[in-house]
């Protein structure tokens, strides 16, 4: 790692820490609506597409998944519709429609506001024109995916107030969008478009992916980028692609990732960090460095991809926590990073 990414490393270890107080409220804010929803929740249901590449478009060209094309993106967009999606499964049972009720930035007796259940942190005064310019973009770039829906046209009063949340899907070149409804756990997709090979066995064929609720309730759902995100759930895809290769790993070379996914290699390398944070086991090649790299002397041998496994436990730690002291250790400690 060069001295820039360790800098990086350190700035946002050390701005966790600043505003643990900030970040702690939005997690009880999280905890209350799960709680207090009804559902009773111990995992929740992505839809597989929200990091599956889209349709081709009319130049034959694969549109990145949604997922994919937020992952580059400063801002709360992709976490703010993992929340919208948490929040609509901690209240209605599958299969439902949804409707978004809760106020955008002043909370009620009987809503939360949205502002609330995201660690905004602003320097803007007044703090409230900081916090609601940080979710109009994050609604702005969402509507960009078509994974919200905005009230009239840009410039209309009341334009982002009780957005309506929209399928993983994405779709795009579309007149439609399609309104979210809860995924069924056995619902099964389609076999896979034609440039996207296909999985074999129905089992690979499950529409939505789980997260525990522990993502959600620890705090990861706000402390992970937006890139470590999206790399977990590409191999959240994968290992329900091909249930059976699970227990060896699953990978994704270059041109599977880029094709099946639209995830550059910018996106891929956050492995490290997911890695590191104790969320998935790196079965690493023998040729390589731990940084991806390859090792000296191994420049004609036929280099395999890195293979994943996703560990079940790893939401079980505190987010917050577990991601600062990896990114800016104490100083007695020794270096995770290397």
Not at 284 to 296: F, L, S, W, Y
Request: hydrophobic share 35%; charged share 20%.
């Amino acid at each position: 790692m060069n001295v820039r990414d360790r800098q990086r490393h350190r700035d946002r270890g050390r701005a966790l820490r600043a505003h643990v107080r900030v970040y702690d409220r939005a997690q009880r804010e999280l905890r209350r609506i799960h709680e207090g929803g009804g559902q009773n929740q111990t995992s929740y249901l992505i839809r597989r597409a929200l990091v599956r590449s889209r349709t081709p478009g009319p130049d034959a060209s694969v549109i990145a998944s949604p997922a994919a094309a937020l992952a580059p993106m400063k801002g709360w967009a992709l976490h703010l519709y993992l929340i919208a999606i948490f929040e609509a499964q901690a209240h209605r049972p599958r299969g439902f429609a949804v409707d978004n009720v809760r106020p955008l930035l002043y909370g009620s007796g009987q809503h939360t506001a949205w502002v609330d259940l995201l660690p905004a942190i602003t320097a803007t005064a007044p703090r409230s024109a900081g916090m609601r310019r940080q979710l109009v973009r994050a609604l702005a770039l969402l509507e960009q995916e078509r994974l919200v829906a905005l009230n009239g046209r840009t410039g209309f009063r009341g334009r982002y107030d009780h957005f309506r949340l929209l399928q993983e899907d994405g779709k795009t070149g579309q007149p439609w969008a399609s309104p979210y409804t809860i995924p069924l756990t056995n619902d099964i997709s389609p076999i896979d478009p034609a440039w996207i090979r296909p999985p074999g066995p129905v089992s690979g064929r499950s529409t939505a992916v789980t997260l525990p609720a522990t993502f959600f309730l620890n705090g990861w759902v706000h402390v992970l980028s937006a890139a470590e995100i999206t790399t977990y759930l590409m191999l959240c895809d994968l290992e329900a692609r091909y249930p059976e290769a699970r227990r060896g790993g699953v990978y994704a070379n270059d041109p599977q990732r880029e094709t099946w996914y639209g995830i550059h290699r910018d996106v891929y390398a956050s492995h490290q960090q997911l890695a590191a944070y104790g969320l998935i086991e790196r079965l690493d090649a023998p040729a390589r460095r731990p940084d991806g790299t390859i090792a000296r002397g191994a420049g004609q041998q036929m280099l395999q991809p890195y293979r994943f496994r996703t560990l079940s436990g790893g939401f079980d730690q505190s987010a917050l926590t577990t991601v600062a002291h990896h990114l800016d250790p104490p100083r007695d400690a020794p270096d995770s990073r290397q």
